[in-house]
């Protein structure tokens, strides 16, 4: 078994909120930015991205703030992109590695006895695994 601390999660939360607000940044830049014959239909799909995300920043700001810790308030780096592949390729990207730090931090929550915790975190790998997956239709049919 892990020897997880809740420092080691609080601070595992704080990086994962910190992703959450770069992709709200992300999502919205993108949107305002596309390009291209697929204008609208990517522009509609990256805009609709940002309220998930601020759905997962907010619950994890909550529960940041619930264990005693101290929400960041700094987005993790954003990447640019020049056209509209490239960003469905940085979106993509981002919501592999969101899966891959939720499916550890779970295992810290779980190893903390943090129950309700690793159950919305449960929520937010399907959310994640369901935008990745579906950048990954995106892509498979790009030109």
Request: proline content about 3%; aromatic content about 6%; charged content about 30%.
């Amino acid at each position: 078994m892990s020897e997880t601390t809740k420092q080691e999660l609080l601070k595992g939360l704080n990086e994962d909120l910190a992703h959450e607000y770069a992709a709200v940044i992300m999502y919205r830049t993108y949107a305002s930015m596309v390009q291209g014959p697929y204008r609208q239909e990517l522009r509609a799909f990256f805009g609709a991205e940002v309220p998930d995300e601020l759905l997962h920043a907010q619950l994890l700001a909550d529960k940041i703030a619930v264990m005693g810790g101290t929400p960041t308030t700094r987005p993790s780096e954003v990447e640019q992109a020049g056209d509209a592949r490239a960003m469905l390729e940085n979106a993509l990207a981002a919501e592999a590695n969101a899966v891959e730090r939720y499916v550890v931090r779970r295992r810290q929550a779980q190893d903390l006895g943090e129950h309700g915790l690793a159950v919305d975190l449960d929520t937010l790998i399907a959310d994640e695994t369901k935008h990745r997956d579906e950048l990954e239709l995106m892509l498979a049919r790009w030109e």
